[in-house]
């Protein structure tokens, strides 16, 4: 199974994403695993605490442009938009299967209604990052890395396009202009990761932490991570990710016209 659900305790559910032959690289058939197994935490009224965690020895290389899998969108899995359109030729088609299974995918994971926490270890890069991005908090081990390179292949970056927002916009541009891989501490200087701890310490650190936040009133923890994500709202994060958006589709579009892929 791409998708490994463990209750380390009963308040914390751990989903820890199980492809280590391919890196953790998200294929169609993991995207919707890791969302039943998210929503499986949502309904269990005992979960306070939901930890996102990779099988070793990485958390995630990003998508899997290579597994196209036998399953179609609208058709083997419940979508979470009404975009229509799967499986249609050109533009239209690769717009609105990356609209639902990797923008709004990611977007409903960060509004998930109860708190969720990041454990990075080792390679982190592109759609790795988003994942992690969706989640509340992130502890790295110290042998984590983050890169985003996409750039490199003609396009602006990932699909949740929040690198000003996780960076500043001197800093996200450098990750983007450079396709260079940042470690953990330059991460945690940044502000983008919370923690970083020993490799053997990150799995103890992470529910230690996740035991912390359990313990706190279930509403008011529930509220304020709404009143944090709508103040970034405000601010106009999310109009931002969907302009980005886009110009991500537009380089998709540009790269089809000249390079045929």
């Not at 958390?59 to 609208?74: C, V, Y």
């Not at 982190?124 to 989640?135: K, P, V, Y």
């Not at 502890?139 to 690198?163: L, N, R, Y």
């Not at 996200?172 to 891989?181: G, I, R, V």
Request: with cysteine; aromatic share 8%; net charge negative.
């Amino acid at each position: 199974e791409s998708i490994l659900d463990q209750g380390p305790a009963a308040s914390i559910a751990r989903i820890t994403m199980n492809r280590p032959e391919a890196r953790n690289a998200q294929n169609l058939q993991m995207i919707y695993e890791l969302n039943e197994a998210f929503d499986r935490a949502l309904q269990d009224d005992a979960v306070k605490v939901i930890v996102l965690a990779g099988s070793d020895p990485h958390f995630s290389s990003g998508h899997d442009l290579r597994d196209a899998g036998t399953k179609k969108l609208g058709q083997d899995y419940p979508t979470v938009g009404h975009w229509g359109g799967f499986g249609q030729p050109g533009a239209h088609g690769r717009y609105v299967r990356e609209q639902e299974i990797y923008l709004q995918m990611t977007r409903r994971w960060r509004n998930l209604a109860k708190p969720t926490i990041a454990a990075v270890q080792g390679k982190c890069i592109s759609g790795g990052l988003m994942l992690a991005w969706a989640c509340d908090l992130i502890v790295a081990s110290d042998d984590a890395s983050f890169c985003d390179p996409v750039v490199t292949m003609g396009v602006i970056g990932v699909e949740w396009f929040v690198h000003p927002w996780e960076l500043g916009p001197r800093k996200a541009k450098e990750l983007l202009f450079t396709a260079d891989t940042w470690t953990a501490e330059e991460a945690h200087r940044l502000g983008m990761v919370n923690h970083v701890v020993p490799r053997a310490e990150l799995e103890k650190f992470t529910l230690a932490l996740a035991g912390k936040i359990a313990a706190k009133p279930v509403f008011a923890i529930k509220l304020a991570k709404q009143a944090v994500n709508q103040s970034v709202d405000i601010m106009g994060q999310q109009s931002a990710i969907d302009q980005a958006f886009g110009l991500h589709h537009l380089c998709h579009a540009h790269n089809m016209q000249e390079f045929g892929m």
